[in-house]
Nanobody
């Protein structure tokens, strides 16, 4: 598995911005950000195929959040703009081989086997 360390969480006011970072011990085929809010299961919110940067977002963050990676593919970012109180939660970086065979799907939660410790984001 890959070791992942997140940073950059904290507090922001509604309409503000935060940037999360995730350092990986090695490159993976897929990387993603998951979010868990109290009382709900962890959900994938943004994914990226490291080799070409192809990204997918869930509807609730599309247009406000941007996932990206550095050229080496070892650092993952999540730029969060126009933050809303419902964005409050624990954010986790994830890495994995993707789900499926010939062309792995990076947007399936089943494609991830390595997780960071999480970083808290609070929007008020």
């Amino acid at each position: 598995h890959v070791q992942l360390v997140e940073s950059g969480g904290g507090s922001a006011q509604a309409g503000g911005s935060l940037r999360l970072s995730c350092e990986a011990s090695r490159q993976s085929y897929c990387m993603a950000w998951f979010r868990q809010v109290p009382g709900k299961e962890r959900e994938v919110i943004a994914t990226i195929r490291v080799i070409d940067g192809y990204a997918i977002y869930v509807d609730s963050v599309r247009g406000r959040f941007t996932i990206s990676r550095d050229n080496a593919g070892n650092t993952l970012y999540l730029q969060m703009d126009s933050l809303q109180p419902e964005d409050t939660g624990m954010y986790y970086c994830a890495a994995g081989p993707g789900h499926g065979g010939y062309t792995p799907d990076c947007h399936s939660a089943l494609g991830y086997n390595s997780w960071g410790q999480g970083t808290q984001v609070t929007v008020s």
